[in-house]
């Protein structure tokens, strides 16, 4: 069974203090590894997918990396609005191929 | 281009009750997806549809869960009786390619259902 665990669960930054949430993932064959960003009352935002080890993709102060066995996403001079809670899912190639996500990192960012 | 659309946004109800759950897709969107995610947990797969058929159920409680996807477009979820653990949001989510192929999904708003 596909698992995806993500870290820290809570995480308090100042503005500007760069960091990296992370999330560890087992699979039977990876077929594409989503970061998602969800606000209070909304559903979840689509970040990015990395598809192999050693991909990379950025999008504003925001950076995805892949490994074989986990996902980074960095966070750099992070600005209050950034603060979500961001959830890590994986597709593998096993079952329906369904997509399982992790608990989330709950993000805040204090100006 | 329209995104996921869901209703109701909020239900409240008693134990015991029966309620169902709205979800119209991003037009031309193959593959519709209900979950289920409770306070501080990530989301659940609950279904899986290609165009109007089931492709993944193994998660649903079918005893009390019932979900359809006329014509391959909207899709409804129910649930009945409920139980006061169904408290939740029921997220709909949509996707362009066929199941089984790495794609995007696109969440709806979701729908925060309360059980009393």
């Known amino acids: 069974e596909d698992q995806v665990t993500q870290s820290p669960e809570a995480l308090r930054l100042q503005e500007g203090e760069s960091s990296s949430l992370n999330c560890s993932y087992t699979?039977?064959?990876?077929?594409?590894l989503f970061w998602y960003r969800q606000d209070p009352g909304k559903g979840p935002e689509f970040l990015f997918t990395l598809y192999s080890a050693g991909e990379e993709k950025e999008k504003e102060r925001l950076k995805a990396t892949l490994t074989k066995k986990e996902s980074f996403l960095h966070i750099t001079a992070p600005k209050p609005e950034d603060s979500a809670t961001y959830l890590c899912?994986?597709?593998?190639?096993?079952?329906?191929?369904?997509?399982?996500f992790g608990t989330g990192t709950k993000l805040q960012v204090i100006p | 281009e329209a995104g996921v659309a869901q209703s109701p946004r909020y239900k409240i109800i008693e134990k015991r009750q029966s309620v169902a759950f709205w979800c119209n897709p991003i037009?031309?969107?193959?593959?519709l997806y209900w979950y289920q995610q409770i306070l501080g947990q990530g989301p659940k797969l609950l279904i899986q549809?290609?165009?109007?058929?089931?492709?993944?159920d193994s998660q649903l409680p079918k005893d009390r869960f019932s979900a359809e996807r006329l014509k391959g477009v909207d899709s409804t979820l129910k649930i009945q009786p409920a139980k006061l653990e169904d408290s939740a949001v029921y997220l709909c989510a949509s996707s362009l390619a066929l199941a089984g192929r790495t794609d995007t999904q696109y969440f709806g708003p979701g729908t925060r259902l309360t059980v009393l």
């Open positions: 549809f290609q165009n109007n058929g089931v492709v993944d």
């Open positions: 699979v039977s064959g990876l077929r594409g």
């Open positions: 037009s031309g969107h193959a593959t």
């Open positions: 899912a994986v597709q593998g190639a096993g079952g329906y191929q369904k997509v399982t």
